[in-house]
């Protein structure tokens, strides 16, 4: 028995059973704590605006800076997972959330809310969340699934309940004191750290990615250094430096996946240009009933309805997605799903009552449910699993982009034409073409896949991922997950 499947052996134990369900409750503890917390921004929209004198535009920069930053430094989070451990990285990131918002209690300028809030605030809730996502892979292997289904449920429970926590501490404390608050809550992810214990791997769940190009670089190098090359020659360092930038690049942004996968550079494109609207909603529709005459208290309420309902819908709608009569359709339900979230936006248009406001959410929290379900699941069923996370990081790094410059915009068109209106005119038109966009697409190369393997039938080899150019071939059951790993939730 080699020393690999000793020690896969001698570690079977914790997982799937005993602490490992304690660390599936600190990970639902952790995604409500980082992935919850922007979706109470906009309590303190109006507020700090008038704190800061500044515009819708100016104002919306804050929000935007914490999402972007929290979805977008899943490749920095990677490389720190890789070096320093899944704990480390979830500790490091509760002290640095901790930090941004205790800072940003004694903000006075706009300009330092984005540093301190928006900055290091989203880069402590990145790190805490992606490697506390990261190290359930570890803990579970047979139950795997549904430890990631229960973690998902924190994300509900925190659009539930931090809008009804920051409405009641800014009535009775004021902003600053309630970011002063909020600084000591979110240090609660360093206890959510502690618990997720290092647990031993089998040597064959190390990366394995890398290898290949690992192994190009070093036979070119020792060839060179074969022929009298010096390995401190200019040239050949610089070789390496190139061969060490390519491999990192490869292995954290999958820029070759992206050209030669038509499926994934489509689903890429439609969710980056989905993005744009996608959060417009969260961080305006405060600020839209408030301006309309709600109640502050009410405005608020708002967004824990659509929290309340996605506890219980998104379970479903991983469920129902999971049926094998979804199997190869599902980007088709994620289109729809993006589809409903931007028609439901004329709802709003419609009327600005507390009444159709409610309505509004309901059927937004439904479709939302949808695209939260759907955006990963959709992403493994169109890459390979040896490239997922390598995929994910160009991914998600395009995604923070138009999550950052998304709400700023619209923000502006809202300044100048004094209209809230535009903020669900601009959302509907967004998700609406890039649901068009998704679904078309993709029923276009399914026909032109289709009609390859009808005219090389002979040559072709049955292939899981229905939308790949190139056929690949689907790990075992049984391999262990990656060692690194970066996901967002939506």
């Not at 104002?59 to 935007?64: D, V």
């Not at 430096?241 to 390519?246: A, F, H, L, N, Y």
Request: aromatic content about 12%; hydrophobic content about 45%; charged content about 10%.
């Amino acid at each position: 028995m080699s020393q690999g499947e000793a020690a896969g052996r001698g570690t079977a134990k914790p997982q799937d059973q005993g602490w490992a369900w304690m660390v599936l409750l600190a990970a639902v503890l952790l995604q409500g704590l980082t992935l919850g917390f922007p979706c109470c921004i906009g309590v303190f929209f109006t507020d700090l605006q008038h704190e800061f004198q500044a515009s819708n535009s100016q104002t919306s920069w804050f929000p935007s800076i914490m999402v972007a930053v929290l979805h977008g430094g899943g490749p920095l989070c990677s490389i720190l997972v890789k070096r320093f451990g899944c704990r480390f990285v979830v500790i490091l990131g509760g002290l640095l959330s901790g930090l941004g918002m205790v800072s940003s209690s004694f903000c006075k300028s706009i300009l330092q809310l984005y540093l301190t809030a928006g900055l290091i605030t989203g880069l402590g809730s990145c790190f805490s969340f992606q490697a506390g996502v990261t190290v359930l892979g570890y803990y579970f292997v047979r139950w795997q699934t549904l430890a990631n289904a229960v973690a998902s449920t924190g994300v509900s429970l925190g659009f539930t309940l931090w809008p009804l926590l920051s409405q009641y501490l800014l009535d009775e404390m004021g902003w600053r004191n309630t970011f002063l608050i909020f600084g000591g809550i979110l240090l609660n992810c360093c206890v959510c750290g502690a618990i997720m214990r290092p647990i031993q791997l089998a040597s064959g769940s190390l990366p394995q990615s890398a290898k290949p190009e690992e192994e190009a670089g070093s036979r070119a190098e020792e060839a060179q250094l074969s022929n009298g090359a010096s390995p401190y020659h200019p040239t050949l360092q610089q070789h390496t430096r190139r061969t060490k930038c390519s491999q990192m690049l490869q292995k954290y942004l999958a820029f070759d996946i992206f050209c030669q996968n038509k499926g994934y550079q489509i689903y890429t494109i439609g969710v980056t240009w989905m993005m744009m609207g996608f959060a417009l909603p969260h961080v305006y529709l405060v600020p839209y009933a408030i301006h309309n005459g709600v109640e502050e208290h009410k405005a608020a309420l708002l967004i824990s309805i659509i929290g309340f309902i996605n506890i219980f819908i998104r379970p479903l709608t991983g469920l129902l997605s999971g049926h094998r009569i979804f199997t190869g359709r599902r980007i088709y339900l994620f289109s729809l799903a993006t589809l409903l979230c931007g028609l439901s936006n004329f709802i709003c248009v419609i009327s600005a009552e507390f009444s159709v406001l409610i309505l509004y959410c309901v059927i937004l929290s439904v479709a939302m449910s949808g695209v939260g379900a759907l955006v990963f699941q959709v992403l493994m069923d169109v890459v390979d699993m040896d490239r997922f996370s390598s995929a994910l990081g160009l991914f998600t790094v395009l995604e923070s982009i138009t999550l950052l410059i998304g709400p700023p915009l619209t923000g502006l068109l809202v300044d100048i034409t004094s209209d809230f209106h535009y903020v669900f005119y601009n959302s509907s038109f967004f998700l609406i073409s890039a649901a068009l966009f998704m679904g078309l697409s993709f029923c276009a190369l399914e026909k032109k896949n289709k009609l390859r393997k009808a005219s090389k039938a002979h040559l072709d080899y049955p292939s899981r991922y229905q939308y790949s150019e190139t056929s690949t071939e689907p790990k075992a059951e049984g391999q262990s997950p990656p060692a690194v790993e970066y996901i967002t939730s939506i």
